[in-house]
């Protein structure tokens, strides 16, 4: 390179490197008078001035203690409160202040009434929470202890009487996957919280959201904190107040839930597996979502009971879990009606195309057999809905092709996470010949064989949803087209100022299906309800409504073996399922049910549905359940403010 | 013979990893991160898991710093355009769509996690401006030093815009310090600086609302006890109280009685000064001075023109930390979000200091042989 440059240039290189030494001199002047001055300060600080700031720091007492918000509450759609708090008083320990825990605990043993179930909350408290301030040994106490507690609180170095407010859900285990619950804040959420920045707001806060709408409104729900200044004696003893910044309560949240109809739908389920979810088809409002079995979310209050918990991670059924979000299972015939209207809709079938139906499809040397044994006779579209044809079913999902039905059944929602706000969402599987091909590792596994398309038709094969996706896809099909965001919570208060958010109902995707059509296949889900496989369960109903009945197989099934349900097990039995929707004329409700291991459609899902709609159109209450009237639940309200 | 011959390859493969590593440089900063490790287990009793962090967050930094180190400065002259293009790209994306972390924007989503673009640009600038006056090398004229000024306050002008001062009072100095080192003329330099202070009251304008309160409170720190001032006032107590020789490892009141925010993060000084005293702010400054003047060393005889001023602002931009942070924690500076450099907890801060010395070391490697 040199050699390129002038003589001029090269000159001018070698002054800029001179002048870069230079200024290397320069900067390190500077840099050594900086610290100069720094060490001048310090010098200053910490040998002049170390007194002032040794006497400063010994009277460092005045302590900030921060103020506790409220919770916001949780309301349903009617303004029944469902979460609230209550103020109660709890024995806390210092662990650092105590010299012997076990000791200071048998010490409070003969004060108040401590379990040994206490005593194995406390300690699985103190190996979860790492170096916490205080930790409650103890929490609601009566009065009477709290006040005896009180009298000989000298007596005891490091324990503490505090009055803390707790969650309460007064409906208990209802709608206990939708509420969720609050738990301790852990290593892992204190790190979150420091991400988010959010740790300073937390000060003092022991509770966080961990699952259902607590978890996902926790940003609204908690408040922000505030401060007080307070003068604090040598042991860190609280002795008088300065000054206080009060704190702001949380905002209320209200659901979209109706919690009288969740109740009546959860005990309709009584002591069976399964889960129901019931949507307005003009908002996409969840009016109920059910899953069971559930838990108490009381339990979770004030640490839960390390045998609780156990009893819950260890149950085979897993109550944790949120079926109606996360499970997923075939719909099996509940199907049919948008398999129905998918033919319509993509000229496949006409209303009155008929098929004769001898009890079996034949493709590929291979029987593919119906639910009844020689079949339906002659079938039109709306017979097959009627009459769950799976013959009929067979042949148009082999007119009709993977890529067509996967095409159409996405406008349902089918296969895709709804964006619910609530943690734990399946996606589901909608087959498609991509689908296998992302699925499926080898080649031979990935390729899509025209036969797996026949018992995608009657809701078989490698299709699996949640229930929410059934009942998203029921208030599609019925409001004609529009599938919204399945929508939980209504709007959010703030207690305070009064002002008000609404939350936007979202469209996920917006089709518009023949009116006709969609009529049609409301007549025939009519008919099922009628004189078909839900009549028997819609008996005498009052209203006219909608519905399909689905069995979907646990286990499957050899060639020409015949499925015997006595000689399976009740875990490898069918699940039962219903989908259904009423009044026929502009629904107000779509839902769908599934019991696990129930049976037929017909048996177990189709009456919890028919109870679910009878309350919630005619305000038929089941029997054995009184239900609170409003006033009641109006005067409890007023009692937790 | 045969136990010889084994430890040959290892010796081997000892060379090749140490190859290019500076022991000076290294030594210096992990006798400063280790002391910072020291203080950060007495600052976060609460959260011991964060020591573990910061010790994984080391190894990840000790890691790039080894790769980087391993580059010619050549090829590190090839990323300066597309690293400060793309930090660019990345700054403008926070003002658009960044996430507001306390009322400021400064966070973006990348994948699962999320970073601040602000944090590269205190390397890719200087590298950016480098670049650029290297390749007028010899030709230097007053137009050239307006462009650099230009791509100085373009990234300058977005980072005070999110706000965050304390950023880009570093992205602004690291660049100022390649103008100044490239040359630019004192008589310059003296005008740019009058009528900056010119423009001083306009500018105090601009700013907001906590940021005018927090040089307030430097100058009174009584005027604000609760807020920033607070934070003064604590960390001055803590400083001063630890006197001559500290108040020993874990013993410091201030600290353990939450008495000092930030404890962990940008104030972590004020816990090192109660505990370890005068004597460990000697040590500290000690520390810092050898590894400013090694960096200063390695740019008076770098190769190039490109290598020397990446070298020289890299030195004072580890000066620059350790005097705003250290200045803010004992009173003589406004409280602004600068880390520590090697004590305050947090990986990226880290990350680009180890980063900024593996390019120092790399400019080592390739210095000039023959000295003018």
Request: hydrophobic share 45%; charged share 20%; glycine share 10%.
């Amino acid at each position: 390179m040199p050699s390129l440059l002038g003589t001029a240039e090269l000159r001018n290189s070698e002054r800029e490197l001179q002048q870069f030494q230079l200024r290397v001199g320069v900067a390190g002047v500077a840099v050594l008078v900086a610290f100069c001055l720094l060490a001048a300060r310090f010098f200053y600080l910490q040998v002049f001035q170390h007194d002032v700031y040794r006497a400063k720091a010994e009277d460092n007492r005045i302590s900030i203690v921060p103020v506790l918000p409220n919770r916001g509450l949780l309301l349903d759609r009617n303004g029944v409160i469902v979460a609230r708090n209550y103020q109660g008083y709890t024995l806390e320990i210092f662990p650092r202040k105590v010299a012997s825990l076990e000791r200071t605990i048998d010490e409070l043993a003969e004060l108040v009434d401590i379990q040994p179930r206490d005593r194995a909350r406390f300690r699985k408290l103190l190996a979860e929470t790492r170096n916490a301030e205080s930790l409650p040994i103890r929490s609601r106490l009566s009065d009477e202890e709290a006040a005896k507690f009180a009298a000989n609180r000298f007596r005891y170095e490091g324990v503490e009487l505090k009055a803390r407010l707790f969650r309460q859900y007064p409906y208990g285990d209802v709608g206990s996957h939708i509420l969720g619950y609050l738990g301790r804040i852990n290593t892992a959420d204190q790190t979150r919280l420091e991400e988010e920045g959010l740790d300073a707001n937390y000060r003092g806060t022991d509770f966080i959201g961990k699952a259902g709408v607590e978890a996902s409104f926790e940003a609204e729900l908690h408040g922000t904190t505030g401060f007080e200044q307070v003068e604090i004696d040598a042991a860190g003893r609280g002795i008088r107040t300065l000054s206080r910044t009060a704190s702001q309560p949380g905002n209320n949240v209200t659901l979209t839930l109706d919690m009288r109809l969740q109740r009546v739908a959860e005990i309709a389920f009584g002591e069976r597996r399964g889960a129901l979810v019931a949507i307005e088809p003009s908002s996409g409002d969840i009016l109920a979502m059910v899953s069971k079995p559930n838990f108490d979310p009381n339990q979770f209050v004030d640490g839960i009971d390390p045998q609780y918990w156990a009893e819950l991670n260890g149950n085979i059924d897993k109550p944790l879990n949120n079926r109606a979000i996360s499970g997923v299972y075939p719909p099996g015939s509940t199907f049919k009606p948008f398999m129905a209207l998918a033919a319509l809709e993509t000229g496949k079938r006409r209303f009155n195309s008929t098929i004769h139906d001898p009890g079996y499809f034949e493709f590929g040397g291979r029987r593919f057999r119906d639910s009844k044994p020689g079949g339906h006779g002659t079938v039109d579209l709306y017979k097959s809905i009627v009459v769950s044809s799976d013959t009929y079913y067979y042949q148009l999902a082999n007119d009709m092709g993977i890529d067509a039905i996967a095409a159409f059944m996405k406008n349902f929602g089918f296969g895709a996470r709804s964006g619910i706000d609530l943690a734990g969402e399946s996606t589901g599987v909608l087959p498609s010949p991509e689908w296998k091909l992302k699925r499926f590792k080898r080649p031979e596994q990935q390729k899509w064989y025209a036969g797996e398309t026949i018992s995608i038709g009657i809701g078989q094969g490698y299709n699996s949803y949640t229930p929410l996706q059934l009942a998203q896809a029921m208030a599609t099909l019925v409001n004609g087209g529009t599938m919204y965001k399945p929508r939980l919570v209504a709007q959010v208060d703030n207690p305070r100022t009064g002002e008000r958010r609404v939350v936007d109902r979202e469209v996920n995707t917006r089709v518009r299906f023949r009116p006709e059509h969609v009529d049609f296949i409301k007549r025939a889900m009519a008919g099922v309800n009628k004189e078909g496989t839900g009549a028997r369960a819609f008996a005498g109903a009052q209203y006219s409504s909608g519905g399909k009945t689905g069995t979907a197989q646990v286990i499957g099934m050899k060639q020409g073996e015949k499925y015997d349900e006595a000689k399976v097990a009740e875990r490898f039995r069918d699940h039962s399922l219903f989908i259904a929707f009423a009044p026929l004329e502009s629904p107000k409700i779509a839902l769908a049910v599934i019991v696990e291991n129930g049976g037929f459609g017909a048996r177990a899902a189709a009456p919890i549905s028919r109870t679910v709609l009878d309350y919630f159109l005619l305000g038929k209450v089941p029997a054995g359940l009184t239900m609170p009237t409003p006033e009641d639940e109006a005067a409890e309200a007023e009692e937790s403010d | 013979m045969a136990v010889l011959e084994s430890r040959l390859p290892f010796r081997r493969v000892f060379a090749r990893i140490t190859e290019g590593i500076d022991p000076g440089l290294l030594i210096i900063m992990l006798s400063l991160s280790l002391l910072g490790l020291a203080t950060l287990f007495s600052a976060s009793y609460e959260n011991p898991g964060r020591v573990v962090n910061q010790a994984v967050n080391l190894a990840v930094a000790l890691a790039a710093m080894w790769l980087i180190a391993q580059l010619a400065p050549q090829t590190m002259m090839r990323f300066a355009v597309p690293a400060y293009i793309i930090g660019l790209c990345f700054l403008v994306a926070v003002a658009l769509f960044g996430d507001v972390v306390n009322g400021a924007r400064r966070w973006l989503h990348v994948g699962v996690t999320r970073f601040q673009p602000s944090e590269m640009m205190k390397l890719a600038l200087p590298l950016m401006l480098a670049w650029y006056f290297h390749r007028k090398e010899s030709t230097l004229n007053l137009r050239h030093f307006a462009v650099g000024a230009l791509i100085l306050l373009v990234p300058f002008g977005l980072i005070v815009r999110q706000p965050d001062l304390g950023t880009a009072a570093l992205v602004g100095a690291a660049g100022f310090y390649v103008i100044f080192f490239a040359g630019i003329s004192w008589k310059v330099l003296a005008t740019v600086a009058g009528l900056g202070m010119a423009v001083l009251p306009l500018a105090w304008g601009f700013l907001h609302d906590y940021q005018r309160r927090r040089i307030l409170t430097l100058l009174d720190p009584s005027t604000d006890p609760l807020g920033a001032g607070y934070h003064i006032i604590q960390s001055t107590i803590a400083v001063g109280s630890g006197g001559f020789s500290g108040k020993g490892w874990l013993n410091g009141t201030q600290a353990h009685l939450e008495f000092i925010p930030e404890r962990h993060t940008d104030f972590i000084f004020a816990v090192f000064s109660e505990e370890f005293g005068l004597i460990g702010n000697l040590l500290l400054l000690i520390l810092y001075s050898f590894l400013i003047a090694r960096a200063l060393m390695i740019a008076n005889s770098a190769a190039t023109v490109f290598a020397r001023l990446l070298a020289g602002a890299i030195a004072l931009m580890f000066f620059t930390y350790a005097f705003v942070n250290m200045g803010m924690v004992s009173g003589i500076l406004p409280v602004v979000g600068v880390p520590l450099p090697f004590l305050s907890y947090g990986g990226t801060a880290l990350l680009t200091l180890f980063i900024g010395a593996g390019m120092l070391m790399s400019v080592h490697r390739h210095r000039r042989l023959v000295q003018t």
